[in-house]
């Protein structure tokens, strides 16, 4: 299939079943245990940056073939940056996780506490 019936196949068959697909691996990576791994290398990185989610799973095998075939489907990578809070102090730990699919047109914002990490790790 080339890059064209790709995308073409996307649009005309299952678009919302692929940002259905996306939702769902978000909201495991954000609320598994096990992903932990996953939301601190998003936080090892530098905060605005905008990175290919892909490249931060790599020791999570389930997400990552997962992953990798919504990516495959989409022709397109899924990407994902944290933003500290306006007042950082005030914020007690808690940051903005942006996740985005430009071929989707999709996005969403997590909030989620980095002292959750930090507990799990000590």
Known sequence: M????????VETNDIEGIRYEVEELVTNILSQKKNESVLQNIYDQPCGRWLELLSLCKNQFEINARLENIEHMINEKVYVTWINSKEPEKADGFSSLVFFVNELGW???????????QKSNT
């Open 2 to 9: 080339t890059e064209d019936n790709v995308t073409e196949w």
């Open 107 to 117: 996005s969403t914002v997590a909030f989620y506490n980095r002292k959750l990490l």
